[in-house]
């Protein structure tokens, strides 16, 4: 072949690594708000409120509590507030605050004061309640009332309902799917709808059972003699009613019931269009979302065909760019990235690049020993790796090309690439095969040309900055520098003695050594 190859020892070494999270030296006690422990506390406590949700005003029906689920209760959100006081919080640069001093600060500015209340709230109650001496000095018409009071105390357990927006906000964060996103965004909606229909309900029956002179619709129907459930079924029918325009069965008969008859009507009417209102923009901003990709297209073909471009070469352009737009995003296309810190945009580089790397015998040996070289992976998986999303149909080097800008490339998933060397022989490219990694050891020109048969993403090594890279390690961590020269050296020594060459290299061999 031509003249022999020289190495190109141009290294790097690592840049100090901003921690992106004080997790790892946090004390045992201290719980991750991002851990499954947590999130399956969380879940408990959604579930916990929603009881109090559905359970509270239900006692205007005079329904008894079980007492196990009362002090199941009562013990979880008393257990809550030690795990409130040992669980790290995210700061606004995305880092976990472990420090348990900065965790009690926190809480006792926040949640403290309203938990203490409502846990201190409940205890006195069932201790005073529960005391036969205190209950002996009352008499049955102040017990009933003290009763009445102590459940109206508990409403204060629906404040935890402003504290459940941010357990809602954690798990929904973790749906990637826009069509269950959506779906679950119409749920809420439902779930709010239920909700009011529910407490408008139980208010109505309080109404009707105020014990006044004045007649009532309870005392007109006679319905306290029914049994419960049927007392609030006719309750959510006269409150659906009122959502819907229709005719109740029951009307108003004081004057109390007329008030609270109109300010329902108002309340519903609110409801209702902010119920519509949501629901409308979230399939807007959905839609607008689809159209965006299809108005762009229109614009290219509006440009093409001013410009007079040939139908043939229009095709091709168009393929490519409803690719781009309709596939997989590029993070260009992902504007918010630019507003993470950094060290979460290394770890979610890192997490993406290095899969396309861990075939390769030397990356396999970098990735393998992680503890060591763990700065280096970060920082070529930052800085060096990148990723294509090519149309069918494309060209991404032809036969004899000298880049102005050397690149090897790692084939993604199926078999989406072709390789067609000198001698016109066809090789198709397995998943996550490498092309062109001379590219990245020495001055390089391909042997052949590769082509896209199907729509796929490919990683992309810019061979510039991976020497810049490279060239750093040499400076200032000269012992892992020997490992990438040795390896350099002997894959241009085997290129060498290769009597074809080719820009396709088979490195399944290495790796069985490797491993």
Request: hydrophobic share 45%; proline share 2%; net charge neutral.
């Amino acid at each position: 072949m031509a003249e022999e190859l020289q190495t190109n020892t141009t290294m790097l070494t690592d840049v100090d690594e901003t921690k992106t999270s004080s997790s790892a030296n946090a004390p045992w006690y201290i719980i991750n708000p991002d851990s499954g422990a947590r999130l399956s506390w969380d879940m408990l406590s959604l579930i916990m409120v929603s009881y109090d949700l559905i359970l509270l005003p239900l006692f205007a029906f005079d329904v008894a509590e079980a007492t196990a689920l009362e002090w199941i209760a009562r013990l979880f959100w008393t257990f809550d507030m030690g795990l409130s006081c040992c669980t790290g919080f995210l700061l606004q640069n995305g880092i976990v605050e472990c420090d348990h001093r900065a965790i009690l600060y926190r809480y006792l500015r926040t949640w403290f004061l309203p938990d203490l209340v409502i846990v201190g709230s409940d205890w006195l109650g069932f201790f005073f309640l529960s005391s036969e001496q205190g209950l002996g000095q009352l008499g049955v018409g102040k017990v009933a009332r003290l009763t009445r009071i102590t459940r109206a105390v508990r409403f204060l357990r629906l404040l935890r309902l402003l504290r459940m927006q941010n357990v809602l906000a954690n798990l929904t964060e973790r749906i990637q799917s826009d069509i269950v996103g959506l779906a679950l965004y119409i749920f809420k909606l439902l779930i709010l709808l239920a909700v009011v229909l529910h407490y408008a309900a139980c208010t109505w029956w309080a109404v009707g059972i105020q014990e006044t002179a004045e007649q009532t619709w309870v005392k007109e129907s006679m319905y306290s003699e029914r049994r419960v459930e049927s007392q609030y079924l006719v309750c959510l029918q006269w409150a659906a009613s009122q959502f819907v325009g229709g005719m109740a069965q029951f009307n108003a008969v004081s004057d109390l019931e007329r008030f609270y008859t109109v300010g329902t009507n108002t309340a519903a009417f609110i409801v209702t269009l902010m119920i519509a209102g949501t629901f409308t923009a979230g399939l807007t901003k959905r839609y607008l979302m689809d159209d965006h990709g299809a108005r762009r297209l229109a614009t290219l073909k509006s440009y093409l065909r001013q410009n007079r471009v040939s139908q043939k070469l229009a095709v091709k352009i168009c393929r490519n760019a409803k690719h781009a737009v309709s596939g997989d995003l590029t993070e260009a296309d992902v504007e918010i990235l630019s507003t993470i810190t950094e060290p979460l945009k290394i770890q979610l580089h890192v997490e993406m690049h290095s899969r396309f790397l861990q075939r390769h015998p030397l990356f396999a040996d970098l990735l393998h020993n992680r503890s060591v070289f763990d700065r280096l992976i970060r920082e070529v998986c930052h800085e060096a790796v990148g990723m294509w999303h090519v149309a069918c149909s494309s060209t991404i080097f032809e036969l004899g090309e000298e880049p102005k800008e050397p690149k090897a490339y790692v084939a993604g998933a199926g078999d989406t690439l072709e390789y067609t060397d000198a001698s016109g022989a066809l090789v198709l490219l397995k998943e996550r095969q490498w092309i062109a990694e001379q590219a990245l050891w020495t001055a390089w020109t391909h042997q052949g040309t590769l082509s896209v048969i199907s729509n796929c993403n490919v990683a992309v090594i810019y061979a510039k900055r991976f020497r810049s890279i490279c060239k750093k390690l040499k400076k200032h961590r000269r012992e892992k520098w020997i490992l990438i020269a040795r390896y350099a050296k002997e894959f241009l020594m085997e290129l060498n003695s290769e009597p074809d060459t080719s820009d396709v290299w088979d490195h399944s061999s290495r790796c069985e050594a490797s491993a």
